[in-house]
């Protein structure tokens, strides 16, 4: 089990950028895939990004392909969402997940742990 807290989050006008951090507990941070989702009120959780144990492979929803990128330092136990060209559609609650797994997982139910959140509000 890792536990994980989400920081970074804030309010920013369309166009802006914002970055996400997920730190994390534990020394086996390496092993987790990680993974970024969000959900906006009265919606699902829904995937953005995730990325492998190495950080060599990632993989982006549709809707953020080009604007966000994930990245981690194993190093640094922590997992890093940067956002460019936010739009209103992106706010929501953003969470980190952990997967312990070598495998890519998109839904929020093959996670293993998940942090508390943190709230992105883009305005228009």
């Known amino acids: 089990q890792v536990h994980l807290v989400e920081s970074g989050g804030g309010l920013v006008q369309a166009g802006g950028s914002l970055r996400l951090s997920c730190a994390a507990s534990?020394?086996?941070?390496?092993?987790?895939?990680m993974g970024w989702f969000r959900q906006a009120p009265g919606k699902e959780r829904d995937f953005v990004a995730c990325?492998?144990?190495?950080?060599?492979?990632?993989r982006y929803a549709d809707s953020v392909k080009g604007r966000f990128t994930i990245s981690r330092d194993n190093a640094k136990n922590t997992v890093y969402l940067q956002m460019n060209s936010l739009k209103p559609e992106d706010t929501a609650v953003y969470y980190c997940?952990?997967?312990?797994?070598?495998?890519?997982?998109?839904?929020?139910?093959?996670?293993?742990?998940w942090g508390q959140g943190t709230q992105v509000t883009v305005s228009s």
């Open positions: 534990g020394r086996t941070f390496s092993t987790y895939v």
């Open positions: 997940a952990a997967r312990s797994s070598v495998v890519f997982a998109i839904t929020p139910n093959e996670y293993d742990d």
């Open positions: 990325i492998s144990r190495s950080g060599t492979v990632t």
